[in-house]
């Protein structure tokens, strides 16, 4: 079956902009992730979302970082005022059930390639 | 707070051979436990993962991998390396009881195999 997808798979903005990043889940899938991943900072959780629940916005680095998850499958990840720093892969990721542990394994997409000049 | 420790940024392995990537874990509970291999320009892909139960766990692609809880480590292992094999891998850990709701990563070990 279909994977998780994202788009665009590349972005290039400049410094300033504003950013959005889409993800697809599986269809079923619960729980939806978003994680970061540059070359300093290694794979960095950002935030979950499972069903209609308040989501976990623990891992968000700044408030300039926002997300969103349409009737509990779409997400967006939004970028306000991007810096230089911002620049990474980011990934997102879902699973059947986020609940209770999390054990259930996560399955990724193929990122989205953020260059801010 | 939960962390991962990968101590080797490369391991090289000669084809045929054995290979160990090493992951040593820290969890304030009881940990869940997951190998995630990378290919080049392609995402995440799910090895396996330790949950309960039987010590020793089989994954994909002939991978399997140990958790030790006295030693806190979930080294993963294979009996005979393929240069397909050659790929980023990454161990990550979630707290059963506690903290973010994602997973922690390591910082990925290269694992090179060479014909």
């Known amino acids: 079956g279909a994977g998780v997808s994202q788009s665009p798979s590349n972005k290039v903005t400049e410094k300033g902009k504003d950013v959005e990043l889409r993800c697809d889940p599986i269809s079923g899938h619960t729980a939806l992730y978003w994680y970061r991943q540059s070359l300093g900072q290694g794979l960095e959780f950002l935030i979950y979302?499972?069903?209609?629940?308040?989501?976990?916005k623990s891992g968000l680095p700044s408030d300039r970082f926002s997300a969103e998850r349409t009737g509990g499958s779409v997400s967006t990840l939004t970028i306000q005022r991007t810096q230089q720093e911002d620049s990474a892969v980011y990934l997102c990721?879902?699973?059947?059930?986020?609940?209770?542990?999390?054990?259930?394994?996560?399955?990724f997409g193929p990122g989205t390639r953020l260059t801010v000049l | 707070a939960q962390s991962v420790a990968q101590p080797e940024d490369q391991v090289n392995v000669a084809e045929g051979n054995p290979l160990t990537v090493k992951c040593t874990y820290s969890?304030?509970?009881?940990?869940?436990l997951f190998w995630y291999v990378q290919y080049p320009n392609r995402g995440l892909q799910f090895l396996l993962k330790?949950?309960?139960?039987?010590?020793l766990v089989k994954g994909s692609y002939g991978f399997e991998a140990e958790f030790n809880k006295s030693q806190t480590s979930f080294h993963l292992k294979k009996p005979s390396a393929l240069v397909s094999d050659s790929a980023l891998y990454f161990c990550?850990?979630?707290?059963?009881?506690?903290?973010?709701?994602?997973?922690?990563f390591g910082k990925g070990t290269h694992l090179i195999i060479q014909p």
């Open positions: 990721a879902s699973s059947r059930d986020g609940g209770a542990g999390g054990y259930n394994e996560q399955f």
């Open positions: 330790y949950i309960t139960g039987d010590n």
């Open positions: 990550a850990v979630r707290d059963i009881w506690g903290g973010a709701d994602g997973l922690t």
């Open positions: 979302f499972q069903g209609n629940s308040a989501p976990d």
């Open positions: 969890v304030s509970g009881n940990p869940y």
